[in-house]
Each structure stands twice: as structure tokens, then as C-alpha cells.
């Protein structure tokens, strides 16, 4: 049910953040959903892609630094409250969470779909599976974009 | 000795009495000098003996100053190699001081002194102070770092010596320096050049002048005209060179007259030579090259024939203020990759020890130095490379730290790490530039 997710380590300064999109792009991928997190100093992008091995070989090839992670994606009811009651079901079953942002895709007036990076992936995976937390896998999230 | 030499404005201190000396009786001085630190050196250095074994000759072949010219060279790698002791020439019972400096990785070079080697060390000193006109009733503030460094305690001595009021104040803490400076009302100030340049930009910021500042004597940097011309002008001073390194004696091995063209070598102590540092041939007085020096009179740790990597030439004319000891031009650049920061000697090789320490294989790196406010500023621009990338803040941020953290520990000053994208630093046929001096000296 985890979903890969490439991250990229940009400089700040100008074109820096066009260079990998347009590698994407000229490549033929499409990007799923992203984030972006910035210091005074630096900023990661992390992209989800339906094809991250190419995507990976791809951002390489142009000189990018590339780092591959696992993060859930879960469907969250879009009503006041429902992250909290999420975000509870973490606390209960002692996942921490590293940072998440919510995915471009989404059932608009159902669910928001977050993604979230948490400290240990296989472990938080059976917790929030066993606590009933709806995890949305590659093939459903990759379908609705 | 005439009346002149009398320790009061207008006169000569008799300290200095050396700096006048006729050649001839200088070079008599100097070879019997020579002579004896030779054999030392040869009896009691295990390293030189070797050396001069290797070479065949022996210290009976010393009969001339010329002579020298057939004895082995010292490096700076020899300090290193011979970590801690190894070049001493005195038993510890007899050594009564040491300090240290950086080397050109994560050891430090350690050097010693008997009684007599201090007693040296403050005459040079004291004849360096009354060189830059300051005598007893002069007020000195002595803003170099005391500690392993040579700097604070051998401006110290000397400028108690002399009989002038000492201000043991030490580096750094502007604003304290500020106000003693007004307060105490210090005659002259001993640091380094660029820190002399953020004293007075930080004055002006603070509408503080210095009335009774009147000397500088500034050194352990290279410096130029121009920032000579900036200090002289900004703070209403005069501002002296001085010459010296922690191998030789510390500060006190050379020091700008009053007429401030060339800096006098305390010759009677330090013996000079120039050389072509690519064949290590002596060169003539007047030719440029770089400068090897021979302590004549230590006995803790003789030094035959250092090569200081410092490019300078002698020059031959002799100086309009009568004394008789040779000068040495200005020294604008060395023949190694050493930096100066701040008065710290920091080499390429301490910051690649640091990053590689920390992240086990060795990243493209440069190293940037930019002078803010007149303070030299030292950044290490390191490329992320996929072993060390994480897509968490924190963790990248945690290993900035540690970038710093371990080149701050080798090189002992404090730098900032960037993290930069790989393949941004520049590479000339695939070997990076490792340093990038943006301080326009």
C-alpha cells in the first residue's frame, strides 16, 4: 500500500525548481502530486510519479540528487474534524510523523487524500491498517489523477 | 654607545642596539651563531642529523654563512611528522614553554622554549615596539589571542619589557575593545589587520574616535597598501607590519620601520635566505622567491633552513633609518596552499579531513572567503551527494551542523557550511578549485 516518493535537493535560487519539472516533462511523467520545503538555505521538492524508477533514472541523468522514500496515503473525510480523528488514530497507535501534504488528486466532497511521511513506514502501515484508517494505495491514487 | 640610546621620546632603546649594528660585525655575530646552533642541532635533533648524513656533510663543513646553503631544508610537514617532540633539542625539564599552531591537517604543530628562547623572544619584541616608535609611558593594547597561539603572550612580554603599560585584553569582544581603547586610553594596539579594520568600521558606527591611539602594529595576515592606507586614515595612526611565525619564535621576526618599506628580519636571530621554491637554489638579495629562515640562537627547537612558504624578495639597499638589519618586501603570497584567516593558518587539506570524518567518502567542496565588515569570513560550499541526501529537514539540517562541527574542531575557527546542489562547483579539468578568495588582497 506504501507509495514511493522522490525527493530532490534544490539550491534556492532561481530555475532551480524549473530544472527538475521540465527533465519530468521532456521525459514524458507525470507528476502526481508534490511538495515543496524550504530553508533559509536550501529546499527539498518531493514528487510523486506514476513511473518512479524512470522518473529516478531520469532526474539522475540531468545531475539531480535523488533520494527514494515511503510514504502512506490516506483518505481522510472531508469534514470539519475529520484530519483531527485521523491524526488521533497516529497518536493512539504511536506513529509519528515526519511531515505530509495533501495529494493534487482527491473524490472532491468525500475525501481529502494526505500524504504522510512517518518515522517508520512498515510499522505504521500495520498499526493504521489495524486501528482502520483508510490507506489508498499506488494503483487506486494513480487512477484518480 | 651616545646618548641616544636612551629609553625616552626622541631616542633609541637600548634594546635595539643590535638593529645597529655594522654588517661585518653582524655577519662575524651570525656565523658563530650558526655555527653553534648547527651543532646542536646535529647532536641532539635525530631528524636533522639523518638529514645532514644523507647529504655527507657534517658541522665542522658550516665555516661560512654561504655554508648554509649545503645544509637540508625544514618543512612544515617535519612538525607534523615529528608530533609532538620530536624536533626538540632540549630535555622537558629544560623547555619552560610550548605552543602550538594549526598544521596542515587535524594536528597541530607544537613548539617549545627554554628560558634563554623567551628571553630572545621579548628582546625581538621589545626592539619590534621601539622600531615602531613606542617606549615606556606608552599605553598598548594587546588584542592578539593569548593562549596556545603565539601571538598574546609574545606581544605581552615584550610591550612589559619595553616598560610599557600592557592591556592584556586578548581578541575578540568588539564592543569591550571599544570602550577600554576610549576608556584607557591605549597609545597603540597589536592585532591582526583585519580585525583592526572591524574595530574601526564598529567605532565609527558608534561615533567613538581614538584620541590617543597612535600606533598599530598589526601581523599574523597577509595585508595590502590599501587596507594600510584604510586603518591609517580611518583611525589617525600609524600602522607597522610585523613579521613572524610559531616555527621561528612567534610574532618579533621581522617589523616595519618608521619609514615603513620593508619589514627589518631580527637577523642577529633569524637567519634569511631566498630560495626558488621549485629548486630550492638560493637566490640573490633583490630576487623574489621564497623566504627560508634559520634561527640562530634557539635552543628548544633550532629550526636549520625552514621554508616559511612565504614569497617575498630581500632587499639590497640598505634603509634610510640607519639600522643595518636587511628588510624583507611585503608578503603578498605564499607558495602553498595555506590560508590565513583571521591569524589562522587553515589549509584545504584540514577542511577535507573534517568532511571526510563526517561523511566517510570526500564530497566536492569549495571554499569561499569574503571579508564582511573587515572580518574574514570562511564558507565551505559542499556538494549533497546521494549517500547523504534525505528527504527530512532536519536531518540535512543535523548534518550541516555536523559539517561544521568537525571543521570548526580541526581548523579551530568557526565557519558556515552550505549545502549546494551536486555538479554546481566549479571544475577545471575535472579537478574542483577548492578555494575562492573574494577578500581582494
Not at chain 2, 382 to 410: C, K, N, Q, Y
Request: charged share 25%.
Amino acid at each position: 500500500m506504501k507509495i514511493r516518493q522522490l525527493s530532490v535537493f534544490l539550491e534556492n535560487r532561481p530555475g532551480q525548481l524549473r530544472f527538475p519539472c521540465k527533465a519530468l516533462g521532456d521525459a514524458g511523467i507525470d507528476i502526481v502530486t508534490m511538495s515543496l520545503a524550504d530553508t533559509a538555505q536550501f529546499g527539498i521538492l518531493r514528487l510523486v510519479v506514476k513511473e518512479w524508477e524512470r522518473a529516478k533514472s531520469v532526474l539522475e541523468a540531468a545531475g539531480v540528487v535523488v533520494n527514494v522514500t515511503e510514504v502512506l496515503a490516506v483518505d481522510v473525510p472531508d469534514r470539519p474534524g475529520g484530519l483531527a480523528a485521523v491524526l488521533e488514530a497516529f497518536e493512539q497507535a504511536g506513529v509519528g510523523v515526519e511531515y505530509m501534504y495533501p495529494s493534487a488528486s482527491r473524490e472532491r466532497g468525500r475525501h481529502a487524500t494526505l500524504l504522510f511521511r512517518l518515522e517508520d513506514p512498515d510499522r505504521a502501515e500495520k498499526l493504521l491498517e489495524a486501528a482502520g484508517v483508510k490507506l489508498v494505495g499506488p494503483a487506486e491514487l494513480f487512477a484518480r489523477s | 654607545m651616545s646618548s641616544q640610546w636612551n629609553d625616552a621620546p626622541g631616542g633609541f632603546h637600548p634594546a635595539s642596539a643590535p638593529d645597529f649594528l655594522p654588517r661585518r660585525e653582524l655577519a662575524r655575530l651570525q656565523l658563530g651563531r650558526l655555527r653553534s646552533v648547527v651543532e646542536r642541532a646535529h647532536a641532539r635533533v635525530e631528524l636533522f642529523r639523518r638529514r645532514m648524513e644523507e647529504r655527507g656533510v657534517t658541522p665542522a663543513d658550516v665555516r661560512s654563512l654561504e655554508d648554509l646553503g649545503r645544509l637540508p631544508f625544514t618543512v612544515k610537514t617535519d612538525l607534523r611528522d615529528t608530533y609532538p617532540f620530536g624536533l626538540f633539542a632540549s630535555p622537558m625539564e629544560q623547555i619552560v614553554r610550548l605552543h602550538a599552531s594549526s598544521g596542515t591537517t587535524g594536528k597541530p604543530i607544537v613548539v617549545a622554549y627554554t628560558e634563554a628562547d623567551l628571553r630572545v623572544w621579548t628582546s625581538v619584541m621589545v626592539r619590534t615596539f621601539a622600531a615602531c616608535g613606542l617606549h615606556r609611558g606608552d599605553v598598548i593594547q594587546n588584542a592578539y589571542g593569548y593562549g596556545l597561539f603565539t601571538g598574546g603572550l609574545g606581544a605581552h612580554y615584550g610591550a612589559e619589557a619595553l616598560g610599557a603599560t600592557v592591556i592584556p585584553i586578548s581578541g575578540g569582544n568588539t564592543e569591550r575593545q571599544l570602550m577600554v581603547l576610549q576608556d584607557f586610553g591605549a597609545t597603540a594596539i597589536c592585532c591582526t589587520p583585519s580585525y583592526m579594520i572591524h574595530l574601526v568600521e564598529r567605532a565609527r558606527e558608534a561615533g567613538i574616535s581614538f584620541e590617543r591611539l597612535k600606533v598599530g602594529v598589526f601581523g599574523a595576515e597577509p595585508w595590502t597598501e590599501e587596507m594600510r592606507r584604510h586603518i591609517e586614515a580611518a583611525a589617525g595612526i600609524r600602522a607597522h607590519d610585523v613579521y613572524g611565525l610559531s616555527e621561528i619564535i612567534g610574532p618579533g621576526v621581522g617589523i616595519e620601520c618608521e619609514r615603513r618599506d620593508g619589514l627589518h628580519l631580527f637577523e642577529d636571530h633569524f637567519y634569511p635566505e631566498i630560495i626558488d621554491p621549485e629548486t630550492g637554489e638560493v637566490l640573490p638579495d633583490g630576487a623574489e622567491g621564497e623566504l627560508v629562515l634559520t634561527t640562530l640562537s634557539k635552543e628548544a627547537m633550532p629550526m636549520i633552513r625552514y621554508r616559511t612558504r612565504d614569497i617575498t624578495s630581500i632587499v639590497p639597499e640598505p634603509c634610510a633609518c640607519g639600522r643595518t638589519l636587511r628588510r624583507i618586501r611585503r608578503i603578498g603570497r605564499r607558495s602553498d596552499d595555506m590560508l590565513i584567516i583571521r591569524g589562522v593558518n587553515v589549509f584545504p587539506s584540514q577542511v577535507e579531513a573534517a568532511l571526510l570524518a563526517v561523511e566517510g567518502t570526500l564530497p566536492h567542496y569549495q571554499i569561499v572567503l569574503a571579508r564582511v565588515q573587515g572580518l574574514d569570513e570562511m564558507e565551505v560550499q559542499v556538494e549533497v551527494t546521494p549517500e547523504v541526501f534525505s528527504d527530512v529537514i532536519g536531518a540535512l539540517e543535523a548534518l550541516r551542523r555536523r559539517l561544521e562541527a568537525a571543521i570548526d574542531h580541526v581548523v579551530g575557527i568557526r565557519v558556515k557550511v552550505t549545502l549546494v546542489a551536486p555538479r554546481t562547483l566549479a571544475r577545471s579539468e575535472g579537478k574542483a578549485k577548492r578555494v575562492l578568495d573574494r577578500r581582494n588582497m
